[in-house]
């Protein structure tokens, strides 16, 4: 059953350009993150936000921008995109804090060129 | 900062077989959570273990921690085709907001 949804499922651009990913979750959590995972699998968290404060930025270039509009939804804008930034962003959200389940979305593939 | 890391990359077993993943991590804990990402999907939580937990369960899953050497544990029991994924451990000390994943081990169970 899917409760936190992302769009685009793929999104190929050019060095230079803008990109914007969606998430929105159906859980009526408070808590909702923003992952990178690269190539090889690897996790890392970029952004934490509860009830739509940023609480966690995990040094990030700034390029990267979230935005939240409310505790359901987080966005995430990539502003001049450079051939590192492809890799597959997750989105994911909890109730609370770590004593909770994160349920993740299936994630964006961006592809730099 | 907290480093949780799986000790093998890659395994593979045959169906009905019995597989171990092994995790280490550096930093004191509050809770430790397995996850389990198939091909194309987001990850899936498998277990939460507590730090004050030694041992837990769900199915054919068994979860252990050892907080004196800083390492988990996750056994698969009878193992099948659809267990073929990435698994993860992942911590986060003290609820920071700030999770953090292992590398990853691939587990691969043929027919």
């Known amino acids: 059953e899917t409760a936190v949804f992302q769009t685009p499922n793929y999104h190929v651009t050019q060095v230079g350009n803008e990109v914007s990913f969606n998430c929105k979750q159906t859980l009526g959590h408070d808590t909702m993150y923003w992952y990178k995972q690269d190539s090889k699998k690897l996790l890392k968290i970029m952004f934490s936000y509860n009830n739509k404060q940023l609480i966690v930025n995990e040094t990030v270039p700034r390029r990267f921008s979230p935005q939240s509009s409310d505790k359901a939804h987080l966005n995430l804008r990539i502003k001049s995109v450079e051939p590192e930034d492809s890799a597959v962003y997750l989105c994911?959200?909890?109730?609370?804090?770590?004593?909770?389940?994160?349920?993740f979305g299936p994630g964006t593939r961006l592809t730099v060129l | 900062s907290q480093l949780a890391e799986e000790n093998l990359w890659a395994l593979s077993v045959h169906e009905g077989e019995s597989v171990t993943v092994n995790c280490s991590y550096k930093?004191?804990?509050?809770?430790l959570q397995w996850y389990r990402q198939k091909s194309g999907e987001g990850p899936a939580q498998l277990i939460l273990?507590?730090?004050?937990?030694r041992e837990k369960r769900n199915g054919r899953l068994r979860a252990t921690l050892d907080t004196s050497s800083q390492s988990s544990s996750l056994s698969i029991t009878a193992t099948r085709c659809e267990d073929t994924a990435v698994y993860f451990c992942?911590?986060?000390?003290?609820?920071?907001?700030?999770?953090?994943f292992g590398k990853g081990t691939s587990l691969v169970v043929h027919p």
């Open positions: 930093t004191s804990i509050t809770a």
């Open positions: 992942a911590t986060d000390p003290g609820g920071n907001y700030k999770p953090t």
């Open positions: 273990i507590r730090s004050n937990e």
């Open positions: 994911a959200s909890s109730s609370r804090d770590w004593g909770s389940e994160q349920y």
